[in-house]
């Protein structure tokens, strides 16, 4: 019998919110503060919503702040009550210098039951969002983090190239920028990012580079300069730095508006 059946609910409740027994994976997305975005984090306590009737009346959360260099920063505890959210802005989160390109990661540290598993939703990881918007409010961004750090090395298997299916029609598109996050803490790479054209698949333009561990990497692509010959282009990476590692594309129009999203 499982050691969580043995004890009273009474003690594993005592027990999950004054310890945090498990600790979930740590969620990583893309933090901007480069004086043309400003970027927010919005974490809900997901458990709560997927089993409300074993949900505990108060989850823990883990949050830190790393720069593009991957040191961290500041990390903190914050509490979330059942069916509960925060908006999270880091300039007034955390209490250090504030990094104008780095990675913020959120990590659940009392999930929803003793074994860390929801017996029918799985491993249940830390849910949250960022939003981006520009300083002068001319358009925002809402993205969904799809990977997480990953201190082994890879599974064992070599980062991949990769091209995206997301395909990005050039006209009236001033430029994409490009950032690549390596979510690897044990592995440094070489890698980069292309502009191919989505019909020939010739490569336009790319960029090389060493990743760290933990680092972020952006490219600047100038679509002006080769709309009139390529109407249709999408992005390669060199090496995919960690498991669904996808670059995030940050789309600007001639109008100055921006799209993001994973590429």
């Known amino acids: 019998m499982k050691l969580k059946k043995l ?3 009474k003690l594993r409740k005592l027990i999950h919110e004054n310890f945090g ?8 997305q893309l933090f901007l503060n480069d004086g043309k975005i400003k970027t927010e984090f919005s974490i809900t306590n997901a458990a709560s919503f997927f089993d409300p009737e074993n949900a505990y009346e108060s989850s823990k959360y883990n949050i830190e702040l790393y720069d593009c260099n ?14 509960g959210s925060k908006a999270i802005k880091p300039e007034i989160e955390f209490k250090c210098a ?3 390109i780095g990675m913020f990661v959120a990590q659940s ?49 070599k980062p991949y190239y990769w091209v995206s299916q997301y395909v990005i029609n050039t006209k009236n598109i001033t430029r994409v920028e490009v950032y690549q996050l390596s979510v690897l803490e044990n592995w440094e790479l070489e890698s980069g990012t292309e502009l191919i054209d989505a019909k020939s698949n010739q490569i336009i333009d790319e960029n090389s580079y060493f990743m760290k561990v933990r680092n972020i990497k ?26 669904n590692a996808k670059p995030l ?15």
């Open 70 to 83: 991957g040191s961290l920063l500041e990390s903190k505890i914050i509490s979330l009550p059942k069916f």
């Open 249 to 263: 594309l940050f789309i600007y129009s001639d109008d100055g508006n921006f799209t993001a999203t994973h590429a």
């Open 218 to 243: 952006k490219t600047v692509y100038d679509i002006k300069k080769i709309r009139d010959k390529s109407a249709y282009v999408k992005i390669g990476v060199k090496s995919l730095c960690g498991d």
């Open 109 to 157: 540290l009392s999930p929803n039951n003793f074994s860390n598993k929801n017996k029918n939703l799985g491993l249940l990881n830390c849910h949250f969002y960022a939003f981006y918007q520009s300083v002068i409010d001319k358009s925002i961004a809402l993205i969904h983090p799809q990977h997480f750090l990953t201190p082994h090395r890879y599974n064992k298997i």
């Open 21 to 28: 027994v498990n600790q979930n994976s740590k969620i990583v």
């Open 7 to 9: 004890l009273p609910n």
């Open 98 to 100: 504030i990094p104008k």
